[in-house]
């Protein structure tokens, strides 16, 4: 996994709890002043894994896939993209997630949960755009990138799979990813 940016902010006013929550890319951790530095690395450890936890029992079913790729589609494709199906898949080993532009249905692998919500949503989004563009040309590309993290979201899936499997994903056919 890459590495996470975790920022510590530490408060007077914030005497006896301590909180942690995502803020895009980073991850915020609050504590009470008064902690020691021993502390305080105890403390963030266990807010990030009790974090990271939540996260994984955290399951977006395939609604909120479809509802999460509609507005995606209308924030940065023009509402272009009409997906009828958006859906969880456990069968897909070597892939993040596939399409089927014909019938207008995604398929994202159950491997992405857990993982922030910005990194499932470029591989949504990259799905999205076979549906407009089969191949990954200049104008697929294009059209990708309007998605603002896209390039730090291919890096951390790459980061994933370098450290998974040793190798990149395999990229197979053009639509398919
Ligand atoms: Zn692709």
């Known amino acids: 996994?890459?590495?996470?940016?975790?920022?510590?902010?530490?408060?007077?006013?914030?005497?006896?709890?301590?909180?942690?929550?995502?803020?895009?890319?980073?991850?915020?951790?609050?504590?009470?002043?008064?902690?020691?530095?021993?502390?305080?690395?105890?403390?963030?450890?266990?807010?990030?894994?009790?974090?990271?936890?939540?996260?994984q029992r955290r399951r977006p079913s395939d609604d909120d896939l479809l509802e999460r790729a509609t507005d995606l589609s209308t924030r940065y494709l023009d509402g272009q993209a009409t997906p009828s199906s958006v859906r969880w898949v456990e069968n897909q080993q070597h892939r993040w997630g596939s399409c089927t532009p014909d019938h207008g249905t995604i398929r994202i692998s159950t491997r992405l949960r857990g993982m922030p919500a910005w990194v499932v949503d470029y591989v949504i989004m990259h799905e999205l755009v076979h549906l407009l563009v089969p191949s990954h040309g200049p104008r697929f590309w294009a059209l990708v990138e309007r998605y603002p993290r896209a390039e730090r979201a291919r890096g951390f899936l790459e980061g994933f799979s370098t450290a998974t499997h040793g190798s990149q994903e395999d990229h197979g056919s053009p639509e398919e990813w």
């Open 1 to 55: 996994m890459p590495p996470e940016t975790v920022e510590v902010r530490r408060s007077s006013r914030r005497r006896r709890t301590v909180s942690a929550y995502r803020d895009g890319e980073k991850t915020i951790v609050l504590l009470p002043a008064g902690l020691s530095s021993t502390d305080e690395e105890q403390w963030v450890r266990r807010m990030l894994d009790r974090l990271a936890a939540k996260e």
